[in-house]
Structures are given as structure tokens and as C-alpha cells.
């Protein structure tokens, strides 16, 4: 159909779902002409997220984190397929994949099949709500671009709305309290960048909010980002401290309302007690679900029924039960955190992978005809001559094949915390070195401009920093 170039019969059709960290990273350094590569996704871009929190207040502006998946597809040396769709199902019976183009145009077709000899399944997750009632209807998450624009008009709204003519004290002080709910690296990173709005910026714009803009951050565990060490954690909360952040935590959120949230705790008699909290804004960043795509797909295979937090894969990122699946990032399950980092490092290994299997399967069949021509061959010394090539394709075969399982290397964790200042805990030869304050704050920034996935995102982000640091953050609503 159209001006497509028709798929070559003589490859295998892959089909990668998903443009984000683990599939752009794959799509980076494959070897397409081995393949006819599909790739389906509703987001045409791929979104640098370590740096999205920074985009909820305009420290950077949404699209200098963007890199438009054209970019990276048009310098791949042969063509692949972009469809911009949601894969709604996947028949592993069938081995197609059901696509839907849910946006806003849409064509005489929006909904089709894509079959596929070889897939990759990295589509991500779905932010967690476990459930609680008034979540989805009243909070934002903080995932995608379209997420960090809503908080970030949403927290203008608030601050104009309580500077409204006769707003009452108690309006304002609710309409000025913005509750952040989960106190992983997304909502710590979160409350830092917008604290660090109020203290540089909104306090300047609008300063009748001052005494009572407030950002508290709730966390059901004994204390916030669980996976940094403790003298990490603690000089996160003391930080929040001085900047004046509330941090509740043991406190955990059941119920939400259009205005407050209900959270139980522990009283002093160590009772439990549930307590209302109102809110202005609230940002709900409780961590990853299942995507219902891979909800359903776990539910073809009778190997994943035990899977609860993703598509268990095993050593190779195959999927468990599957033939020619695999699966990256955040909808696999591999033993490891939920991390860009180790979705790139799965994607990377996985390109390495495929390429390989091309070029085994490439010798292979140079392979089978050499042992046709040796036993045609006329005499001894072709014979002999023939059977060197062999002997030297086999070598190469075995250097070829040679590509062990995959193994994560964990380089560290880093997070902002606000006031110009990081934590990180980086893994150094075999130890381990944590260090928090305003020099790790430009190790994060120099380590999160390197790894951008271009130049030109590099370029923008380094503007934007400098723009914010000269002008202020941007406090128009839009
Ligand atoms: P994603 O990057 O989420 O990509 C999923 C892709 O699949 C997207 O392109 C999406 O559009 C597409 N998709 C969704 N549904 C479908 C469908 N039905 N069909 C086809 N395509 C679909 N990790 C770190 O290591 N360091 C950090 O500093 C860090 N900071 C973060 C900050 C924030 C605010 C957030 C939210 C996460 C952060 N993470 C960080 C975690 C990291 O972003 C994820 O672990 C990573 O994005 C996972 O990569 P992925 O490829 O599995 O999924
Ligand atoms: P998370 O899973 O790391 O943290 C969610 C937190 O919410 C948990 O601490 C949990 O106890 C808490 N929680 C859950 N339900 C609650 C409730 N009802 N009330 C109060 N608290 C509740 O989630 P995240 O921060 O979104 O991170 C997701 C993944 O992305 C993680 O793997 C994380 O490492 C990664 N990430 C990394 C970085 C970084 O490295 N800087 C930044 C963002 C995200």
C-alpha cells in the first residue's frame, strides 16, 4: 500500500513494540538490513525521562528532552517501518500483532494486523494505583510529556487561583499545599524541582503566596528512595528539612478526593488513624503496573501465570514459554529495578544478539553450500581446498557464536533532591562510593548531558539551564 517499500521475503519480519528506553536502544545499534524491522508505537519520539521532573516547573522545557524516532530510524542503513499505533493484542497462536492509531486524525484504516517472525516487547508500564479510589480521577502522574505540561499549568492555576479576590485563608492555604504521593526518585525529584520553583521564582512572581505555598511528600515506608544507601537517605531528608518539605512517612494514602487526601498513619499511641489532608495539586508517583497489552499476553502463556510485575524472560530477555519473543525494560522481568539503565543495557544487548544470530545464520548457509561443492568436487585437492574454507568458516562461526547471556552492570544511582543539590551511590571498581551535595549535583547534571541520546538535546538542555538560571522559570500558563 502507499509508497511502502515492500517487506523482503527472503528476512525475517521483526517487530519492535515500543520507542522507548529499551527499544530505541535496540533500534540504535542494530544491523537492520538483516531484517525487515517494524517498529509500533503511539509516542513518535523517545523521551529522555531522567530529566522529565525538571520539565513540571520549566527548569527545561519539554522538548529539548525529545528525540524524534524519524531521527534515529533515517540513518539506519536499510529502511525501517514506523507505524505511529498503540498495539492493542498480541496472538502468539497467530504471531501477528493488533494495532490501533488512536490519535486525533485518523485514515479510511485505523486498525489493523502486523504479523511478525521475530518480536520485542518493550512497551513499559502503567503507573500504579493499586486500586485506591479517586486516584486516576483526581492526580497526575508524572510519566510522559503530556503529564509534566499538566502539573506544570496546574501548579500556575493553583497559585492565581488563591490569589482570587475574597478566597478565604483556608481556601488558600488548601489551594497552596501540594501533596506528592510515593517517595521514590520520581516524587523526590519532583518535590526538589518544585520547591526549588517556589524558593528562585514564584516567590518573586507572586508574593502574597508566600507564606503559604507548601510541598509535602508522602511515603507509605519507614523512609523515602528505598534504594540508596542510608547515609543517602538521610541527607535527603535533612535537606528536605531546610528547605522546608514535609516528609510523612509511614503514612499511607487510601482514599482520594477532589480536595484532600485520606491517609492512614500511626498515632502516637501507635494506634492507627486516618487523617485528611487537603490538597491543591497532587502528584501520584507510586511506581509501575502492568500495561493491560502485556496483562493479556501473559495470559496466552500458560509458562507466565505466575507472573505478576511483568513478563518474566530468562536469561537471553526471551520470554518464558515463548518462541522469538523477548521482552526489555519495564514490562520484563529480569531481576532487576525498573530503570532506564537497565532498559538500555537490555536493548544494546539484544541488538548485539540479533546481529549475531544474522550473521550465524548468514554462515551457516555459506556453510551448507561449501559441503555441497566438497562432495562435487572433482578430486582430492579441490576437495582439500574446499574443506580449509570450511574449516576457517567454522572458526569463525564459534567466535560468532560466542555471545553469553545477558548481565546488568549497575553504574550507580543518582537523583536530584532540589537546592542545587544530588545523591548519588556509583559503583566504583568493587565498592561503592554515596556522596550528596552541590558537586554531586554537577556530577548529575554532567552525568544526564552525556547520556542524551543526541547532540541536540544536549544543545537544548544546556540552554534551557542557562535560560532558567538568567530569566527565571517561565511563569505563564498556557
Ligand atoms: P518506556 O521508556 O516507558 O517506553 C515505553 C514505550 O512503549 C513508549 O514509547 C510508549 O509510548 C510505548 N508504548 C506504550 N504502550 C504501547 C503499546 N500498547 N504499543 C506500542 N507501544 C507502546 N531511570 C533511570 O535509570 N534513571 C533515572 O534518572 C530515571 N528517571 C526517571 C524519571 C521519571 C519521571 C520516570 C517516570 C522514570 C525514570 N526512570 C529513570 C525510569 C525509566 O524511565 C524507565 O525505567 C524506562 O523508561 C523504561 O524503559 P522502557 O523502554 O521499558 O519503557
Ligand atoms: P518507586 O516504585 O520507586 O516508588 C514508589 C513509592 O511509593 C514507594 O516507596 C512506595 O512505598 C510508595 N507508595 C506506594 N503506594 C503508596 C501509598 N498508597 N501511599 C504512600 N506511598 C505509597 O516509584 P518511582 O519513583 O515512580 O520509580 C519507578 C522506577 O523508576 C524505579 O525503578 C526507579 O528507580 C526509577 N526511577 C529512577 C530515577 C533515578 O534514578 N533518578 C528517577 C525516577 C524513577
Request: proline share 5%; glycine share 6%; hydrophobic share 40%.
Amino acid at each position: 500500500p502507499g509508497d511502502q517499500p515492500p517487506p523482503d521475503p527472503s528476512k525475517k519480519t521483526l517487530v519492535v513494540l515500543g520507542t522507548g528506553w529499551g527499544a530505541v536502544s535496540l533500534l540504535k545499534k542494530l544491523d537492520t538490513e538483516n531484517y525487515n524491522v517494524v517498529v509500533v508505537s503511539p509516542r513518535n519520539y523517545f523521551l529522555f525521562t531522567p530529566l522529565l521532573p525538571s520539565c513540571t516547573v520549566g527548569t527545561i522545557e519539554h522538548r529539548s528532552i525529545m528525540e524524534p524516532i524519524r531521527n534515529f530510524l533515517r540513518h539506519k542503513k536499510a529502511s525501517v517501518q514506523y507505524y505511529e499505533a498503540e498495539a492493542t493484542k498480541i496472538d502468539y497462536e497467530k504471531r501477528v500483532v493488533y494495532i490501533n492509531d488512536d490519535s486525533e486524525i485518523k485514515g479510511d484504516v485505523s486498525a489493523t494486523e502486523v504479523p511478525f517472525d521475530m518480536l520485542v516487547i518493550g512497551v513499559g508500564a502503567e503507573n500504579a494505583t493499586f486500586g485506591i479510589p479517586g486516584v486516576r480521577e483526581n492526580s497526575l502522574f508524572l510519566k510522559e510529556v503530556g503529564d509534566a505540561q499538566r502539573i506544570r499549568n496546574r501548579i500556575m492555576d493553583c497559585c492565581e487561583t488563591a490569589t482570587f479576590k475574597d478566597q478565604s485563608t483556608d481556601e488558600v492555604k488548601r489551594l497552596l499545599h501540594m501533596v506528592v504521593v510515593g517517595g521514590g526518585p520520581t516524587g523526590v525529584e519532583f518535590a526538589g524541582e518544585l520547591q526549588d520553583f517556589f524558593n528562585s521564582d514564584l516567590k518573586k512572581w507572586l508574593p502574597e503566596i508566600k507564606d503559604n505555598f507548601h510541598v509535602t511528600l508522602v511515603e507509605a515506608l519507614p523512609n523515602v528512595l528505598p534504594m540508596f544507601s542510608k547515609q543517602l537517605i538521610d541527607y535527603t531528608e535533612k535537606t528536605f528539612k531546610e528547605e522546608t518539605i514535609t516528609i510523612r512517612t509511614k503514612t499511607m494514602v487510601k482514599n482520594v478526593t477532589n480536595k484532600y487526601i485520606e491517609a492512614e498513619s500511626a498515632g502516637p499511641d501507635g494506634k492507627k488513624v486516618i487523617e485528611k489532608i487537603p490538597y491543591g495539586l497532587l502528584v501520584w508517583a507510586t511506581g509501575n503496573a502492568l500495561r493491560p497489552i502485556v496483562k493479556d499476553f501473559i495470559n496466552q502463556i500458560p509458562a507466565q501465570k505466575d507472573s505478576r510485575r511483568g513478563l518474566a524472560v530468562n536469561e537471553y530477555l526471551v520470554v518464558k514459554g515463548c518462541e522469538n519473543v523477548w521482552a526489555v525494560g519495564d514490562c520484563a522481568v529480569a531481576n532487576y529495578a525498573p530503570t532506564a539503565q537497565v532498559a538500555s543495557q537490555e536493548g544494546t544487548w539484544l541488538a548485539r544478539m540479533f546481529n549475531q544470530m544474522a550473521k550465524t545464520q548468514e554462515i551457516e548457509s555459506e556453510l551448507k553450500l561449501l559441503s555441497e561443492k566438497q562432495e562435487k568436487a572433482p578430486n582430492k585437492e579441490a576437495r582439500d581446498a574446499v574443506f580449509d574454507e570450511i574449516k576457517g568458516l567454522q572458526k569463525r562461526l564459534r567466535r560468532v557464536k560466542q555471545i553469553g547471556p545477558f548481565e546488568y552492570t549497575h553504574n550507580g544511582s543518582l537523583a536530584y533532591i532540589g537546592s542545587e543539590k544530588a545523591v548519588a551511590d556509583i559503583s566504583w571498581w568493587s565498592g561503592n562510593i554515596a556522596s550528596g551535595g552541590t558537586l554531586t549535583y554537577f556530577f548529575w547534571k554532567s552525568a544526564y548531558i552525556n547520556m542524551c541520546f543526541s547532540t541536540r538535546n544536549r544543545v537544548l538542555v544546556c540552554i534551557d539551564w542557562a535560560k532558567s538560571k538568567v530569566f527565571g522559570r517561565d511563569v505563564s500558563r498556557v
